[in-house]
């Protein structure tokens, strides 16, 4: 069982590095992070945890983490990856959220930090639950594991457009696309980490988490609050002799171009840094080419960005772009985005531009469907399908108990084939049918962000109001003659749509605890008019 290799012979000279809240890192060699895990694994079984049991896990990235996710594990038991309450604005919001999986779950036990059980244990309503913080060093070992579960891991959807559901992964499944992962990037020995993406999600977890474990390599975890409040810190983890692998979201380059500046990278050396897979959201191939320019004078490689698409229901990686490889991209006429339609290529520049996202990781099947369900040829439109030995079992949730996913999952998500590659053009659920043509919400939010004076904070939603397709840009912050601007960028691509600017305040924007914003929620209230007083702009009321 390759998963559990680094426990029965840890490397000596490797280990995980946390960034503590003082700014200093904390080291923890795979010796003893393996013997913490033993210890976990008694600590939880003297708690009543038996095989085919389920651990919530409600903790950052770091060494403990580890231990309690493979403690379960060798107990037999599911470990259930939870969000703690830095991934909320609002305490109340986190209990909800703590109490719901609760449900769903059924755990035997929640394992958390001291601050976190304190902060949560008077509040959650759940009798019986065992709760437990820091394993005692004189917790009982668990020397030999049990089979693993028929379930390795339950871990929730971002639920940027419903409510976050269960997802069940077989633990054959898990291991199939860590494998997969490990044979596409072409890990070696040589290869480390480092990630501020947290762990209760799919990118964090199997990208930043389980792959690094596959080779006991070293890791450098840091919060998330800690990349926002300094990247140039997360940039420099990929000096000589660190880090030589990472994954992120394409946001967070957008970010790292608007706040590192030239002046802030002097004798910063990027040169060992091997890949940084960009996936989670629709990848922009002008924030790569910034990404690309702003480090190119420390030595970082153009090919080193790494495309890629994925989601929690196939564990986590779906396709790659080869690595080691340029970035691939295609210029099509947006007015050809029609589902079942071949879509048509034009000069660079002059169109949509798209980045390509590779081929499926080992393991997975990847098709286009037409709005039939049948297969369309390559360069035609249509929702992706997946499936493979690495896609989940089934969802849980409050709505509908548990559903099955497979065999296969249409994803709602809209692309295409071209030239090897899998092009995705976003969600269907934020999108409309204008004009015979797909517009989605990434493109709408393409066109108003140069305008916007805060690009952080600025979302936009579509969909039909009042009986007429409306595209809304929702923007945190005073917005001024922006708002005009960006109004009338969107308006200027997109005959007879209706534009709707908002200027909100801070906290209007909603947020899954990965940072993807939830359109669909965000919309219900426009339609219901909780934002309609919000409305700086409006090209309906424009002559």
């Not at 295409?416 to 015979?436: A, E, N, Q, T, Y």
């Given at each position: 069982?390759?998963?559990?290799?680094?426990?029965?012979?840890?490397?000596?000279?490797?280990?995980?590095?946390?960034?503590?809240?003082?700014?200093e890192w904390r080291y923890r060699s795979y010796p003893e992070?393996?013997?913490?895990?033993?210890?976990?694994?008694?600590?939880?079984?003297?708690?009543?945890?038996?095989?085919?049991?389920?651990?919530?896990?409600?903790?950052?990235?770091?060494?403990?983490?580890?231990?309690?996710?493979?403690?379960?594990?060798?107990?037999?038991?599911?470990?259930?990856?939870?969000?703690?309450?830095?991934?909320?604005?609002?305490?109340?919001?986190?209990?909800?959220?703590?109490?719901?999986?609760?449900?769903?779950?059924?755990?035997?036990?929640?394992?958390?930090?001291?601050?976190?059980?304190?902060?949560?244990?008077?509040?959650?309503?759940?009798?019986?639950?065992?709760?437990?913080?820091?394993?005692?060093?004189?917790?009982?070992?668990?020397?030999?594991?049990?089979?693993?579960?028929?379930?390795?891991?339950?871990?929730?959807?971002?639920?940027?457009?419903?409510?976050?559901?269960?997802i069940r992964i077989p633990f054959t499944a898990l291991q199939?696309?860590?494998?997969?992962?490990?044979?596409?990037?072409?890990?070696?020995?040589?290869?480390?980490?480092?990630?501020?993406?947290?762990?209760?999600?799919d990118m964090g977890l199997i990208g930043q988490l389980m792959?690094?474990?596959?080779?006991?390599?070293?890791?450098?975890?840091?919060?998330?609050?800690?990349?926002?409040?300094?990247?140039?810190?997360?940039?420099?983890?990929?000096?000589?002799?660190?880090?030589?692998?990472?994954?992120?979201?394409?946001?967070?380059?957008?970010?790292?171009?608007?706040?590192?500046?030239?002046?802030?990278?002097?004798?910063?050396?990027?040169?060992?840094?091997?890949?940084?897979?960009?996936?989670?959201?629709?990848?922009?191939?002008?924030?790569?080419?910034?990404?690309?320019?702003?480090?190119?004078?420390?030595?970082?490689?153009?090919?080193?960005?790494?495309?890629?698409?994925?989601?929690?229901?196939?564990?986590?990686?779906?396709?790659?772009?080869?690595?080691?490889?340029?970035?691939?991209?295609?210029?099509?006429?947006?007015?050809?985005?029609?589902?079942?339609?071949?879509?048509?290529?034009?000069?660079?520049?002059?169109?949509?531009?798209?980045?390509?996202?590779?081929?499926?990781?080992?393991?997975?099947?990847?098709?286009?469907?037409?709005?039939?369900?049948?297969?369309?040829?390559?360069?035609?439109?249509?929702?992706?399908?997946?499936?493979?030995?690495?896609?989940?079992?089934?969802?849980?949730?409050?709505?509908?108990?548990?559903?099955?996913?497979?065999?296969?999952?249409?994803?709602?998500?809209?692309?295409?084939?071209?030239?090897?590659?899998?092009?995705?053009?976003?969600?269907?659920?934020?999108?409309?049918?204008?004009?015979?043509?797909?517009?989605?919400?990434?493109?709408?939010?393409?066109?108003?962000?140069?305008?916007?004076?805060?690009?952080?904070?600025?979302?936009?939603?579509?969909?039909?109001?009042?009986?007429?397709?409306?595209?809304?840009?929702?923007?945190?912050?005073?917005?001024?003659?922006?708002?005009?601007?960006?109004?009338?960028?969107?308006?200027?691509?997109?005959?007879?749509?209706?534009?709707?600017?908002?200027?909100?305040?801070?906290?209007?924007?909603?947020?899954?605890?990965?940072?993807?914003?939830?359109?669909?929620?965000?919309?219900?209230?426009?339609?219901?008019?909780?934002?309609?007083?919000?409305?700086?702009?409006?090209?309906?009321?424009?002559?």
């Amino acid at each position: 069982m390759p998963l559990f290799d680094w426990l029965s012979d840890p490397p000596v000279d490797r280990g995980v590095r946390v960034l503590g809240e003082d700014g200093e890192w904390r080291y923890r060699s795979y010796p003893e992070i393996a013997a913490l895990t033993r210890r976990s694994a008694g600590r939880l079984r003297e708690a009543g945890v038996r095989a085919g049991d389920r651990v919530a896990v409600v903790r950052p990235a770091s060494a403990e983490f580890i231990a309690d996710f493979f403690g379960a594990l060798l107990l037999g038991a599911t470990p259930v990856p939870v969000a703690p309450p830095d991934a909320f604005r609002d305490r109340p919001g986190h209990l909800r959220h703590l109490e719901r999986i609760i449900r769903l779950v059924r755990p035997a036990a929640l394992v958390s930090t001291v601050d976190i059980r304190r902060a949560v244990e008077p509040d959650l309503a759940v009798p019986g639950l065992p709760m437990l913080d820091e394993v005692p060093a004189d917790a009982p070992s668990v020397d030999e594991p049990a089979p693993p579960p028929e379930t390795g891991l339950i871990q929730f959807s971002s639920g940027s457009t419903k409510a976050p559901k269960g997802i069940r992964i077989p633990f054959t499944a898990l291991q199939a696309n860590v494998s997969a992962l490990y044979r596409w990037l072409r890990v070696t020995g040589a290869d480390s980490y480092a990630s501020w993406l947290p762990v209760h999600h799919d990118m964090g977890l199997i990208g930043q988490l389980m792959l690094p474990l596959e080779g006991a390599s070293d890791v450098w975890y840091m919060r998330p609050e800690d990349f926002i409040r300094a990247p140039l810190r997360w940039l420099e983890c990929f000096g000589p002799g660190r880090a030589t692998g990472t994954a992120a979201p394409p946001f967070s380059l957008r970010y790292i171009t608007r706040r590192v500046k030239p002046r802030h990278l002097a004798g910063l050396d990027l040169s060992g840094w091997r890949f940084l897979v960009v996936g989670a959201e629709r990848i922009d191939a002008d924030v790569v080419a910034a990404f690309r320019d702003l480090l190119e004078p420390c030595g970082l490689r153009g090919e080193v960005v790494v495309p890629a698409y994925g989601m929690a229901e196939s564990t986590l990686a779906v396709t790659g772009a080869p690595c080691g490889e340029p970035v691939a991209t295609v210029s099509v006429d947006g007015d050809s985005l029609v589902v079942g339609q071949p879509v048509r290529r034009v000069p660079e520049g002059t169109g949509t531009t798209l980045v390509g996202c590779g081929t499926p990781v080992d393991g997975v099947t990847v098709r286009v469907l037409d709005d039939a369900g049948d297969p369309v040829d390559p360069g035609v439109l249509g929702e992706i399908e997946v499936g493979g030995t690495s896609l989940a079992t089934a969802y849980l949730s409050e709505e509908t108990g548990t559903a099955q996913v497979g065999p296969a999952l249409r994803t709602g998500d809209a692309g295409f084939v071209l030239d090897g590659h899998l092009f995705v053009l976003g969600r269907m659920g934020d999108g409309i049918k204008h004009l015979g043509r797909w517009l989605f919400a990434e493109d709408v939010e393409l066109l108003a962000l140069p305008d916007s004076p805060y690009p952080a904070h600025t979302v936009a939603l579509v969909g039909a109001l009042a009986g007429r397709q409306t595209a809304a840009i929702l923007v945190e912050g005073e917005l001024d003659g922006a708002a005009e601007k960006m109004g009338r960028a969107v308006g200027r691509n997109g005959d007879d749509l209706r534009v709707l600017v908002l200027s909100a305040p801070s906290g209007t924007i909603l947020r899954t605890t990965s940072g993807k914003p939830r359109r669909g929620a965000m919309w219900q209230r426009l339609m219901h008019g909780d934002l309609t007083s919000l409305i700086a702009w409006d090209s309906a009321t424009i002559g």
